[in-house]
């Protein structure tokens, strides 16, 4: 891996993007305190409960006090250039997605000789996203491991039970479908395209992978068809419902009862319950349904907690990144009033996540997705260029929702695509 170490670092000097401008964002690049040797460190971040968490830090670490800044509408989008031009925080939450473009663009500080043995507090999936090469580039910080939340009234009323595979999937959405011609068990939103990696995740399927110092596009793998067969059906034989998520028409469907369940990550049920009031207490949550001879759980990813480049005092920002992330005060703060879910395994065993949810008649639902966030597979990769792939799905899979092509047709379209954006960026690829 130490070729496309320096393979990432050397495109990245001769394609790092030049700021329009040096962004003067206040308190930027860590700085002495005082002349006690104090350090104060700038942390963004949008997570709830981050400024708990900070004041609770600052009153026990004298010598290194954190300020922190909310983040909100486009304040991400001040990052890139901020890092570039030298004037970016010392500490920033962002999307583990967006590592590998930020790496090869020398945005990010390799934090990995502050880190040994940090690896065993978290789970295997959460820890492999943040590795790349021999390096490590963030600190993880919450996930969204996959359950299946579903209408326990409308499945008892037909006498249906909970799949528990994707076979059994079918065959329940066929059944549904027979009892009530009006109800779906799911819905297609290509506008989504969460509700389809988590899937490929699940199959042990990733959209790249790393080969010496090349990069490889999966997008159209064996994992990916996999998945595209399963959904080719559903949308052929009129099983799913094709809506685009988040919009009025979708919120509607849902409570209208038209969509009978939803396969999707831990930190969708306080968005269900807040748009769907009305239909407390008439959904449960289940485990994923699994493929054919593995427990393997999906996953969505999440956020993480970088030291960007020009960072000058490192060691203290990871030292106050790894308690904010895996240490059991900060852990505490985060899950209660923040709703965080965590991808430390502490946190997955604070007593906080174990709370009933009156949504789902009094139903415990962490249990489900604790237990998928410690079966999730160690095989994602995000390539460098994960929003054009991303965006070339959308685009593609709204093409399948209107019956222009298939999902085979798509995913074709998308593998190409990426390869040729990452060449055209100069990346090796095989």
């Given amino acids: 891996m130490m070729a496309l170490n320096r393979s990432l670092r050397t495109f990245g000097s001769a394609v790092a ?14 700085s002495a305190g005082s002349d006690t040797g104090a350090v104060t460190l700038e942390f963004w971040g949008w997570a709830p409960g981050l400024e708990t968490a900070v004041e609770t830090w600052n009153d026990t670490n004298p010598d290194i006090q954190v300020e922190f800044f909310r983040m909100t509408g ?9 890092i570039d031009a030298g004037t970016a925080p ?18 990010l500080i390799d ?15 959460s820890w492999k996203g943040v590795e790349f090469g021999d ?60 509700l389809w990696t988590e899937q490929v995740w699940q199959n042990e399927g990733t959209f790249n992978t790393i080969d010496g110092d090349a990069w490889t596009v999966e997008v159209d793998n064996d994992k990916s068809q996999e998945v595209a067969a399963i959904w080719q059906t559903l949308v ?5 419902k094709v809506v685009d998520m988040w919009t009025p028409e979708y919120w509607a469907e849902v409570n209208a009862g038209t969509i009978a369940s939803i396969n ?48 000058e005092n490192v060691e203290q920002a990871v030292e106050f990144l790894t308690w904010l992330n895996s240490s059991d005060e900060s852990l505490d703060i985060l899950i209660k009033e923040g709703g965080l879910f965590p991808t430390a395994l502490a946190g997955l065993d604070n007593p906080a996540m174990l709370t009933e949810q009156e949504f789902f008649g009094g139903q415990v639902i962490n249990e489900v997705f604790i237990d998928a966030a410690k079966n999730v597979p160690s095989s994602w990769v995000d390539g460098p260029n994960y929003d054009i792939t991303q965006d070339a799905l ?25 390869v040729t954006n990452l060449k055209d960026s100069g990346l090796s690829v095989k």
């Avoid at 934090?111 to 999936?125: K, N, P, V």
């Avoid at 769907?276 to 999906?298: M, N």
């Fill in 17 to 30: 993007l030049t700021a329009a401008s040096a962004l003067l964002l206040a308190g930027c690049s860590s």
């Fill in 74 to 82: 486009d304040d991400g989008a001040k990052i890139p250039p901020a």
């Fill in 90 to 107: 010392d500490a920033v939450q962002m999307s583990v997605h967006s590592l590998p473009g930020h790496i090869i663009n020398n945005r």
């Fill in 111 to 125: 934090i990995g000789e502050y880190t040994d043995g940090l690896d065993a507090s978290f789970t295997a999936s």
């Fill in 135 to 194: 390096g490590v580039y963030a600190i993880p910080q919450d996930s969204g491991p996959t359950g299946l939340m579903y209408r326990s009234d409308i499945f008892t009323q037909y006498n249906l039970a909970a799949p528990t595979t994707w076979d059994e999937y079918l065959e329940t959405a066929r059944a549904l479908k027979a009892a009530n011609p009006d109800i779906y068990i799911g819905q297609f939103s290509p506008n989504e395209i969460g």
């Fill in 236 to 240: 052929d034989e009129q099983l799913v």
């Fill in 264 to 311: 999707y990550a831990a930190w969708f049920p306080a968005l269900l319950a807040e748009n769907a009031a009305d239909l407390t207490g008439k959904w449960s949550v289940a485990p994923s349904p699994t493929f054919a001879g593995s427990d393997a759980a999906g996953e969505t990813g999440g956020s993480v907690d970088v030291v960007p480049t020009g960072t």
């Fill in 394 to 418: 959308k685009d593609e899979f709204a093409k399948v929702g209107t019956g222009a092509q298939t999902f085979a047709e798509a995913l074709d379209a998308v593998q190409a695509l990426t």
